[in-house]
RNA sequence: GGGCAAUUAGCUCAGUUGGAUAGAGCGUUGGCCUCCGGAGCCAAAGGCCGCAGGUUCGAAUCCUGCAUUGCCCGCCA
């Protein structure tokens, strides 16, 4: 709807302008949008107060010139000017009631933009070391990771999600040595203090326990010293697979498993240190390695390999960024917690550094989740080794709750959490405020049914019946539905799609208490079931955004 | 000390990227089932958009300064 508006406005500013004389001069982008008043029509537009300047005329005498041209023209009931020279358009109710055929034929394929046209986006989330399991902050990243790539295919895109695995460097063989010592204490060795450098947490005495009862005792005649790799691997093998299961419990599957150790094997870590230095980015200072990142916007310069010749996780971090631009993507997201801030400048500086530009390059920054239940914080410390992990939290609450209160906020907004709250079968929890309006349009449809009422094909069915200023005002929400689309596409902000389905699902509760689909005049039933049919549609397209369930019944 | 971000109703947060009288949920108060699912609806009260300047037709939104809060500042990952 308004992408046709907007065509009308363009045009007549096309045709003022050529009659002041302008014809083909520059002029601002016309912008619709919809006003908060109700009052101020379907679509206004500050095209008249732009043009002012360009043509220097009284906007409001620009805005009557522009009104006179769009009068009349189909669709278009009213249009008036208000303020210092806003044009309000109203269209007519016919034009909407042919919106909600439009939007019922469209199906599953409303809302498809060809915003991305067709680029190839990869989002990359969780990434989180695989040194232990999944916490309430991975989730959060988790989730809206894998709604963000939805919405951009929604809107366009080819998306392509991707968890980097963190497999190399001391960290992983802290852990090995931390399983390995676990282990030994399993074995009944006195080995005095946990090491407070070690990972933290029981998990490692249950894969201790583990590990014996799949290997038996592998010390016997070894010197624990070489067996650290083999614990390392197990342990990180293991820890993996759990988080795969942890992401699946939550309806996540990646598209594609990239391992940092990977990089470093195919060289590609050190192909990318010797192109920096053939691009002289990089130079030798107190026998390490430094990128000059400073140059680039970086706050100072950073080590790519380490004195005593270790590449540090940086160096390969910028040869994973080149890789995902090599493999053809126009647009990398990454997903981090936004402790990592501070990383974003290196990573846009190194990409800078190879020649590569750096708007290519976002990052989505999701700020921590404070655990709460009952409105009291929970405990969380990973240095004792006491987290809420994703797994406790989504067996707890479900998945679709989890994953609706991520999503209930910007990623860069901090979230309270409540557990009681996210588990409450009441109108507190807006998770199952949004569902029960699924199910309850679908407890409407079965009910028509069984008493035998047909549902009409669109065309079939008398739209012109819906005169209601709620009908109408739930097809132009309804309408608005690509809208908000693109802009979580191009804000990278799934929360906007939270948003939507939570004001449509008020819109539909309030309109059921008042009206009943289900009537003995046969002709407004029929009109009314393809509304309720189309407001279904909309809330599955928009809960698939959001990776959670459309119950039929609660 | 430097950097990044935040500050909107009692609480938790939106605010269409500069628009018209700033919105929602929760909480509070008071109403609504003879009826398609009450996990719902209706109404009321609640605001100096942190403070002070600036930019312009117009600012919660942009700029500057200040205050407060959080995060980051390693040859760790």
Redesign the pocket.
């Known amino acids: 709807m308004k992408e046709r508006l907007t065509e009308y406005v363009v045009k007549a500013v096309e045709q003022v302008c050529g009659d002041y004389g302008r014809a083909g001069e520059p002029v601002p982008a016309v912008?619709l949008?919809?006003?908060?008043?109700k009052?101020?029509?379907d679509f206004?537009?500050?095209i008249a107060?732009?043009l002012?300047?360009v043509l220097k005329k009284n906007?409001r005498e620009i805005a009557a010139a522009i009104k006179a041209q769009l009068e009349n023209l189909p669709d278009i009931e009213l249009v008036s000017i208000?303020?210092?020279?806003?044009?309000?358009m109203t269209l007519s109710r016919a034009s909407w009631q042919q919106r909600l055929g439009v939007i019922c034929r469209q199906g599953r394929r409303f809302g498809d933009l060809d915003y991305g046209a067709g680029r190839r986006v990869m989002v990359e989330f969780v990434s989180a070391?695989p040194t232990g399991p999944l916490h309430i902050g991975h989730g959060r990243g988790a989730a809206v990771g894998d709604s963000l790539a939805r919405i951009l295919r929604k809107a366009g895109f080819t998306a392509i999600t991707e968890y980097y695995v963190?497999d190399?460097?001391?960290?992983?063989e802290t852990l090995g040595r931390s399983l390995l010592w676990r282990y030994r204490e399993l074995l009944g060795e006195s080995l005095g203090d946990y090491p407070e450098t070690f990972y933290q947490g029981d998990y490692l005495i249950e894969l201790a326990k583990q590990f014996l009862q799949e290997k038996g005792n592998v010390l016997e005649d070894a010197d624990p010293e070489d067996k650290v790799g083999e614990f390392t691997e197990y342990a990180s093998r293991v820890i993996l697979d759990g988080i795969r299961d942890d992401l699946a419990g939550f309806g996540i599957h990646f598209d594609n498993w990239a391992s940092?150790k990977s990089f470093f094997q195919d060289g590609k870590v050190d192909d990318v240190i010797r192109e920096l230095r053939h691009r002289e980015m990089v130079y030798e200072?107190?026998?390490?390695l430094w990128f000059a990142s400073s140059r680039m916007g970086d706050?100072?310069d950073?080590?790519v390999v380490?004195?005593?010749g270790?590449?540090?996780?940086?160096?390969?971090d910028i040869a994973y960024h080149k890789d995902k631009h090599d493999r053809g993507f126009d647009w990398m997201i990454d997903v981090w917690g936004?402790?990592?801030?501070?990383?974003?400048?290196r990573i846009k500086a190194a990409l800078q550094a190879l020649g590569i530009d750096e708007s290519c390059f976002s990052v989505v920054?999701v700020?921590?989740v404070?655990l709460l239940r009952d409105?009291q914080p929970v405990a969380m410390s990973t240095r004792a080794g006491q987290f809420v992990t994703l797994r406790e939290v989504v067996d707890e609450v479900g998945k679709d709750a989890a994953r609706f209160f991520f999503l209930?906020?910007?990623p860069?907004?901090?979230?309270?959490f409540d557990l009681e709250?996210a588990k409450s079968?009441?109108?507190?929890?807006?998770v199952?405020?949004v569902?029960?309006?699924h199910?309850?349009i679908?407890?409407?449809l079965?009910?028509?049914s069984e008493a035998g009422i047909r549902v009409l094909q669109v065309n079939q069915a008398d739209l012109s019946l819906l005169t209601s200023a709620e009908e109408i005002e739930m097809i132009k929400k309804m309408d608005s539905f690509p809208?908000v689309v693109e802009?979580a596409a191009?804000?990278l902000?799934p929360?906007?799609i939270t948003?939507y389905v939570?004001?449509l699902?008020?819109m539909f509760?309030?309109?059921?208490?008042?009206?009943?689909?289900?009537?003995d005049d046969r002709d407004l039933t029929g009109a009314?079931l393809i509304l309720i049919t189309a407001l279904r549609q909309i809330f599955q397209l928009g809960f698939d955004l959001l990776g959670i369930d459309a119950?039929?019944?609660?």
Not at 168 to 172: K, V
Not at 425 to 430: A, D, R, Y
């Open positions: 912008v949008e919809q006003p908060k008043e009052k101020f029509g206004a537009t500050n107060m732009q002012a300047g906007p208000a303020g210092p020279g806003f044009i309000n070391n963190n190399a460097g001391n960290q992983m940092e200072q107190d026998d390490a706050e100072k950073r080590v380490r004195s005593n270790v590449k540090t996780y940086f160096a390969s936004a402790d990592h801030h501070g990383y974003v400048p920054l700020q921590l404070s409105g209930m906020r910007r860069d907004s901090h979230l309270d709250l079968q009441s109108n507190e929890n807006p199952y405020y569902q029960y309006a199910a309850r679908c407890s409407i079965r009910k028509s809208h802009t191009r804000y902000e929360h906007r948003y939570s004001d699902a008020a509760h309030s309109y059921y208490n008042k009206n009943r689909v289900i009537s009314r119950p039929t019944s609660m």
